[in-house]
């Protein structure tokens, strides 16, 4: 897979992707991911790439053309028509399911914004869809740009050891993680559950996921309704709920 980000911040993004796990799969060649500087696609002798907007209103907009010749350089490099997605409060709020959607693609390009957004008429000419890594507004879009090729990227076969490393975490399969331990067995008159220590496989693993299923409704209970429940998992959540009227 090879991710471009287009921003006027390159820096910023190449200090993250260099780093820790992700940085060890792109050294390797199992990823690819740059950050390409809008600036040295602008016409002005300034390297200037915003303006302001037509009706008025507070701030600079980013120009439609430097972000268009930026958008035309990668794909002449890429050699493929890439999927290309802005990073905007504006859109669908990123899911895991819709990550692992993404990560079964071999090109992706992300704009990220920057000032009060872009001209509309880069989005209609060239953006795919738009993404929000939650309903608040940053100054920019590196950091959510950052934020979903993390997100991606751990699921792309080579970076992580093995499909084991991220399967079971918390919205992979919608259920948030179970609780996790480790050294030393007592920490500050807290110890670790027994079952953990058991060596029995089968115990181990129903516990895993009935703390699952536990923390889920005790954190998340909205999520409940898309996960894929057997009817032992039904069972035991009917008694969390009972417990929790006992308690109210």
């Given at each position: 897979?090879?991710i471009d980000?287009?921003?006027l911040?390159?820096e910023?993004c190449?200090t993250v992707f260099?780093?820790?796990?992700i940085?060890r799969?792109?050294?390797?060649?199992?990823?690819?991911?740059?950050?390409?500087n809008i600036?040295?696609?602008?016409a002005?002798k300034?390297?200037r790439?915003?303006?302001?907007?037509?009706?008025g209103g507070?701030g600079m907009l980013?120009q439609?053309q430097p972000?268009?010749?930026c958008?035309?350089?990668i794909?002449?490099?890429?050699?493929?028509v890439?999927?290309?997605?802005y990073?905007?409060?504006?859109g669908?709020v990123?899911?895991?399911?819709?990550?692992k959607?993404?990560?079964?693609l071999?090109?992706i390009v992300i704009l990220?914004?920057?000032y009060?957004?872009?001209?509309?008429?880069i989005?209609?000419?060239?953006v795919?869809?738009e993404?929000s890594i939650?309903?608040?507004v940053?100054?920019?879009?590196?950091l959510?740009a950052?934020?979903?090729t993390?997100?991606i990227?751990?699921?792309?076969d080579?970076v992580?050891?093995?499909?084991?490393?991220?399967?079971?975490?918390?919205?992979?399969n919608v259920?948030?993680?179970?609780?996790?331990y480790t050294?030393p067995?007592s920490?500050?008159g807290?110890?670790?559950p027994e079952v953990?220590?058991?060596g029995?496989?089968a115990?181990?693993?129903?516990?895993?996921?009935?703390?699952?299923?536990?923390r889920?409704f005790?954190r998340?209970?909205?999520?409940?309704?898309?996960?894929s429940l057997s009817?032992?998992?039904c069972?035991?959540l009917?008694?969390?709920k009972?417990?929790?009227?006992?308690t109210d």
């Open positions: 897979m090879r980000i287009m921003t911040f390159p910023m190449r260099s780093e820790s796990i940085g799969a792109v050294a390797k060649g199992i990823i690819e991911i740059n950050a390409v600036r040295d696609f602008s002005d300034h390297n790439v915003d303006d302001t907007p037509y009706g507070m980013m439609a972000i268009y010749d958008y035309c350089h794909k002449d490099e890429m050699n493929a890439p999927h290309v997605i990073m905007s409060p504006q669908k990123l899911t895991q399911e819709r990550a959607e993404l990560s079964k071999d090109n990220c914004g920057h009060e957004g872009v001209d509309e008429r989005l209609e000419e060239i795919d869809e993404i939650g309903d608040y940053l100054t920019g879009g590196e959510p950052l934020v979903l993390d997100c990227a751990r699921m792309i080579g992580l050891p093995n499909a084991e490393a991220y399967s079971g975490e918390s919205h992979f259920l948030l993680e179970h609780p996790q050294k067995f920490w500050h807290k110890t670790v953990l220590i058991s029995h496989h115990n181990i693993d129903e516990w895993k996921r009935q703390e699952s299923i536990r889920t005790e998340r209970p909205e999520l409940l309704d898309k996960a009817k032992k998992d069972l035991f009917q008694k969390i009972s417990e929790t009227k006992k």
